[in-house]
């Protein structure tokens, strides 16, 4: 995979100016995930309504690849119960960014997926309490 | 010396990347392979292979003679006294958890106090953090100072009576910044204070002399100058090394096994328990063999181009912020930089697309990173057989990805 797609506009433009960057009022989920390899971090922040996620939002420092990942992860979370959130599988993700990453890479690419999952682990595990 | 024809001499560099003639800027990584190590170590697996210090027979017989001539090839290469102060390792980092574990277990008590820097990699911080923690001793840093030069009024400052160890590397993995070690190692004698040198990254670019800087330990690894991975070297005088307590247990490092006790064998081998790295040493023996024979007059002088070529290329690079020294004296060919705007992981794969390879990250430097004031940079890291024309090509595609990003 060459540059031109790779590291092509769409992807710089969800870098430069990520949707969903920010901070919810009032979260009902939270989780903050750091990848120790790089030192890219984030916080994924959910609000629910009705049983399905109403609003996203993440912040945090990272790579390109990791923002633009967050970017676009989190607009797809938009709307979906959290059953249909947890079938969203990580090669999912990485398609949907339309690139080819290697291993190293894939750990950028994901943080946010990672921090979902966390998320919903935090959850059932509450549930099951 | 004609670098075209060194360059001949390691395989890898006829590889491409992504379609791309290798551009290999990672020697503080590793290093690569000449052919003639490469020989010698597959010539220990297809013409000598034995086990070593017990066969009778003439294979056991030819590898133990060329492990050993290993150790004094190794003890000649930084004036040893001894070849008993020559102790085989698997690396650099096993070197200095070798010393940890049985100097700093053995000797240091309760109040004592470690000397390091801030530029420290992990392997010369954390087994010093990990005893002062264990055995309730103080561990002060020598500051770095933006420059990237050590704080040495400060250093003097923090030299007192409970000073018992100062450890520090020769040459930041990160900075390339060479340290003045001599003058470090007499104020900390003066002090009563030991001193264990971390060479990792000199010993591919400076000649070592121990006696001559007097260190009490010092610890290097084979792969960073051209030899293989999983081997190492520590040194240590032999008035301490005799003293020191083994740390790992087994076949060969004895003397006398019997149910009720075990007595130790005499230097080296306490320290070297099992199998030894036998083909690696060899390799290391090749290795070294081949700096000699290149010679670091040579290399010197071929990083005397290249480091002020590489500043001066990198520095015209938009947005790029060199971190340590900017002036080519008193370091080595390893730049590390962030850009504007530019993650350096983006950085590091988009030069790996064009065939450039580079480290990103800490570099095993989380404490100097953040007196810094970053979390990652990127890591370009130079050695005799990098030319000037790969140092164009790195400035030019570093142009490229700028211009990328800030489209």
Partial sequence: MNDSQLYRQEILNHYRNPQNFGKLKHADLKTEKINELCGDEIVLQLKLSKGKIKNVKFTGTGCALSVASASLFTESLKGKTLTQAKNITASQVIKNLGIQVGPARRKCVLLVYDALQEILKKRTGKRRA | ?407
Avoid at chain 2, 82 to 103: D, K
Avoid at chain 2, 120 to 125: A, K, M, P
Wanted: proline share 5%.
């Fill in chain 2, 1 to 407: 010396m004609r670098i075209n024809n060194i360059r001949k001499q390691f395989p890898i560099l006829s590889r491409k990347i992504n379609g791309k003639p290798l551009i290999y800027f990672d020697t503080a990584a590793t290093a690569l392979k000449p052919k003639p190590v490469i020989e010698a170590i597959t010539k220990y697996y297809s013409k000598c292979t034995a086990n070593i210090h017990r066969g009778i027979h003439t294979l056991a017989q030819e590898a133990t003679a060329q492990y050993e001539s290993a150790r004094k090839t190794v003890q000649k290469f930084i004036n040893a006294k001894e070849y008993e102060e020559i102790i085989f390792t698997s690396g650099a980092t096993e070197s200095i958890n070798l010393v940890a574990r049985t100097f700093g277990e053995k000797f240091l008590k309760r109040g004592d106090e470690i000397l390091v820097s801030e530029m420290e990699h992990h392997s010369n911080f954390v087994p010093w953090q990990v005893l002062a923690e264990r055995k309730g001793l103080k561990l002060k840093f020598i500051p770095v100072k933006q420059d990237g030069s050590l704080d040495l009024k400060t250093y003097q400052k923090l030299l007192g009576r409970n000073t018992k160890l100062v450890a520090v590397s020769h040459v930041s993995n990160v900075l390339g910044v060479i340290n003045p070690i001599k003058r470090i190692i007499k104020a900390a004698h003066k002090q009563g204070a030991r001193v264990l040198i971390d060479a990792a990254q000199s010993a591919p670019h400076l000649p070592l002399d121990v006696q001559e800087l007097n260190c009490d330990f010092l610890a290097f690894s084979g792969h960073k100058l051209m030899g293989p991975t999983g081997i190492g070297v520590l040194y240590g005088k032999k008035d301490l090394l005799s003293k020191m307590p083994p740390y790992k247990f087994g076949g060969h490092m004895v003397a006398k096994v019997t149910k009720e006790k075990t007595t130790y064998a005499a230097l080296p081998h306490k320290f070297e328990a099992g199998t030894a790295p036998i083909a690696q040493a060899i390799g290391l023996a090749a290795a070294i063999r081949y700096l000699k024979n290149i010679g670091f007059k040579n290399i010197q002088t071929q990083e005397k181009k290249l480091v002020p070529y590489a500043l001066r290329k990198l520095t015209s690079v938009p947005g790029l912020k060199l971190i340590g020294p900017a002036l080519p004296q008193n370091r080595i060919s390893v730049f590390s930089f962030t850009i504007n705007n530019v993650p350096p992981h983006d950085i590091a794969t988009l030069l790996d697309q064009a065939g450039i390879a580079v480290r990103a990250g800490h570099h095993c430097a989380q404490i100097l990173h953040r007196k810094f004031g970053l979390s990652a940079s990127v890591r370009a890291s130079l050695y005799f057989y990098n030319t000037s024309k790969e140092i164009n090509q790195l400035a030019n595609r570093l142009k490229e990805i700028t211009k990328i990003f800030n489209h």
